[in-house]
């Protein structure tokens, strides 16, 4: 399916389970975005404190490091508007509170285009597909029909909170194993991979890690029939208009 065109696009949500979900995913697309002059906010359902066992620092230590990590990270690409909802790393549901917390985000935001994990297993990169990215993308998706939209859903969030139902336009859906849709990054590469070294108690130990950055761009852009050589992110498209 062929998205919404970017000048039909005024704010963009990005939604993932842990800091850094979305530079591996997205960060290159989103650069564009910020380019454009949408406005993207970023909301973390964890703090991502089973990550960076590898980085020398504690469990109990990582969730302050991770939300560093992931603001230094948005603003190599100029995202400033982060939310971390504090749900357990590890731990994460498609609960109905999650469901709740999400909608309450798209309702303050307001996106026109949002952005979330798979909640379908990728099989060929087990990796994707870590369960808070799966129980993410499925309650992303909740949230965004039928509950973002409906005046009766969380009914205090109206009635209490005062904001007002919101129809998201349609979803991009990463990571997901079998994408319809790939954009060329290989002029926001760099941005990518910036954001990425931010997260340097996920990345630091990894030399090679621009290596493979690279090599599952390019993978993406042959799938996607680019020209060898180029380098690309890849999304399934919903329209949820």
């Known amino acids: 399916m062929e998205p919404i065109a970017d000048s039909e696009i005024k704010r963009v949500l990005v939604v993932s389970a842990h800091p850094d ?21 970023y909301v973390f359902c964890t703090n991502g404190d089973q990550g960076g066992e590898e980085s020398g620092f504690t469990k109990e230590e990582m969730p302050a490091i ?15 508007d982060i939310t971390f909802l504090n749900y357990v790393d590890g731990h994460l549901e498609a609960t109905i509170e999650l469901r709740k917390d999400l909608v309450r ?15 379908e297993r990728n099989w060929d990169r087990i990796g994707a597909s870590h369960p808070d990215h799966l129980a993410a ?20 969030l109206l009635e209490v909170e005062g904001l007002q139902p919101w129809r998201v336009k349609e979803v991009w859906v990463s990571a997901f194993p079998e994408p319809d849709h790939f954009v060329d990054i290989t002029d926001t590469f760099d941005l990518k991979m910036k954001a990425l070294f931010a997260h340097a108690s996920q990345t630091a130990h ?3 890690l621009e290596v493979m950055v690279r090599e599952w761009g390019q993978r993406n852009a042959g799938i996607g029939g680019l020209p060898e050589g180029r380098i690309a992110e890849a999304f399934k498209i919903v329209n949820t208009n």
Request: glycine content about 8%; hydrophobic content about 40%.
């Open 206 to 208: 990894n030399e090679n």
């Open 21 to 41: 979900d979305s530079d591996f995913g997205a960060s290159g697309t989103i650069a564009q975005w910020v380019a454009k002059g949408i406005e993207v906010a």
């Open 66 to 80: 991770r939300q560093s990590e992931q603001r230094a990270a948005g603003a190599a690409i100029g995202v400033t």
């Open 105 to 119: 985000q798209i309702r303050i935001s307001k996106p026109d285009r949002m952005v979330c994990q798979s909640p």
């Open 137 to 156: 993308g499925e309650a992303s998706i909740q949230a965004v029909y039928p509950d973002a939209r409906n005046p009766f859903a969380f009914s205090d």
